[in-house]
């Protein structure tokens, strides 16, 4: 009997595709509300690592010094 592999992960440019079908489901209640809270807080980590990487590969440039 065959074992079924799980699917690839989402890499690159898929995540946003994805990230923008999860919110469209959330605007059109197709998300029970007991689960937007897990929601939330998980994509408030994926925009706190965003930052953290943008800065790291990005630091701000400080004009006055």
């Known amino acids: 009997m065959p074992t079924q592999q799980p699917p690839p ?3 690159q440019l898929a995540w946003v595709n994805l990230l923008r079908v999860l919110a469209r489901q ?3 209640g197709a ?3 007991r689960h937007l809270l897990a929601i939330a807080a ?3 980590d994926v925009l706190r690592a965003a930052q953290r990487r943008s800065m790291g590969t990005h ?5 006055w010094e």
Not at 59 to 63: H, I
């Open 9 to 11: 992960l989402p890499r």
């Open 26 to 28: 959330l605007d059109g």
């Open 31 to 33: 998300v029970h509300d």
């Open 42 to 44: 998980a994509a408030q």
């Open 59 to 63: 630091p701000p440039v400080n004009r």
